[in-house]
């Protein structure tokens, strides 16, 4: 079973940075991929960013340019930068981890952008 908590959820203002962290109970570089989603309040669950085994990165429209994944797998943690965040961004983001044909989610964390 793979936990994941994600951290660095919060208040910001439109055109401010945030960083969100995802900290798996596994060794991510098995994994086939790790992504983030958001669900905003009377949406569906979006794919934000996705990044697979081989390092390879893939993004909705509405964030290129501006959000970028990342990992460490020493510490076995994927990141979300967020900048230039738009109070359309604002929603609950969910880490997730997919190893095979299995999908793993973290709690969830809010970002709420105000402008």
């Known amino acids: 079973q793979v936990q994941l908590v994600e951290s660095g959820g919060g208040l910001v203002q439109a055109g401010e940075p945030l960083r969100l962290s995802c900290a798996a109970s596994?060794?991510?570089?098995?994994?086939?991929?790790m992504g983030w989603y958001r669900q905003a309040p009377g949406k569906q669950r979006e794919l934000v960013a996705r990044i697979s085994n081989g390092g390879s990165t893939n993004y909705a429209d509405s964030v290129k340019g501006r959000f970028t994944i990342s990992r460490d797998t020493a510490k076995n943690t994927v990141y979300l930068q967020m900048n230039g965040l738009k109070p359309e961004d604002t929603g609950v983001y969910y880490c997730?981890?997919?190893?095979?044909?299995?999908?793993?989610w973290g709690q969830g964390t809010q970002v709420t952008v105000s402008s």
């Open positions: 596994g060794s991510i570089y098995s994994f086939t991929a």
């Open positions: 997730n981890a997919l190893i095979w044909t299995s999908n793993y």
